[in-house]
């Protein structure tokens, strides 16, 4: 595997980066795609101001990773990490660690003490709750059937030491 560059400079063409790498993963649905695309979108409209912050992980000058994440508003140093993702060709080589590590490390620079990240409670998930879990996050709260019924709401915490 060739050397991994992070930048956290969004650009242009991360939209389209973004798209590509939440479809490969088979897991979302054409909205939560936009959802995903969009924040990238304000980011680049709005700037820091949009409260999306962004990490990217390039490997051979190709975006095969990202995570976003931003503060809570009305929280004094809580962070949502709001996606993580990374391209279903690279997976399982370590990418995923260290994007974790790169944006946890980033919010730490811009004040976070918490991390919450929510994900679905549908066993196609168990893998990705499994990845928070081995990075030192909880399993803080349960919501039943939040997405769609049978579908809960898993939220996890990380404090920051």
Partial sequence: M???TFRTEVR???GDAVRRIVMSSGFFNPDEID????????????GEASGYHF?????????IGYGCFGPIACTRSSFDFFWIAVQ??????GVGRRLVEVCEARMRQLGATRIYVET???EQYAPTRHFYLRFGYHEAAVFPDFYAPGDDKVVYLKVLG
């Fill in 88 to 93: 279903e060709g690279v997976r399982g080589q």
């Fill in 55 to 63: 990490v990217f992980v390039e490997q051979d000058g190709e975006v």
């Fill in 2 to 4: 060739s050397e991994l």
């Fill in 35 to 46: 959802v995903a695309v969009g924040l990238v979108d304000e980011h680049l409209a709005e």
């Fill in 120 to 122: 679905s409670g549908r």
């Fill in 12 to 14: 242009t063409t991360d």
